[in-house]
């Protein structure tokens, strides 16, 4: 069975997340619409047959992760980080 981890976001960290990363533009500006977006893709995830883990994205170690790699906070660097880059 796949196991998917799922970038997740706390509600009080959604304002200091969008400030550091690059595709702002591409993120709801509010948590409570990203949070909804977040349980439609583990269901839809779930109904196909995988496991979805939640990993709680420290913001601070993220762009950590970015800066000494020289890459972006986009979507694509968020993913790896999630997937075990980050560790």
Known sequence: MTILNFAYYRKEDWDRFLASIDDRERMPET???????????????????????????DIDELSHY??????????????????????
Do not use: S
Not at 70 to 80: D, H, S, T, V
């Open 31 to 57: 948590w409570d619409e990203w949070h909804e977006k977040f349980l439609q893709a583990k269901i839809t995830c779930v109904m196909h047959g995988a496991r979805v883990a939640d990993v709680v994205v």
């Open 66 to 87: 970015c800066r000494v790699r020289g890459i972006k906070n986009n979507g694509e660097a968020r993913a790896e980080f999630v997937q075990g880059g980050g560790k």
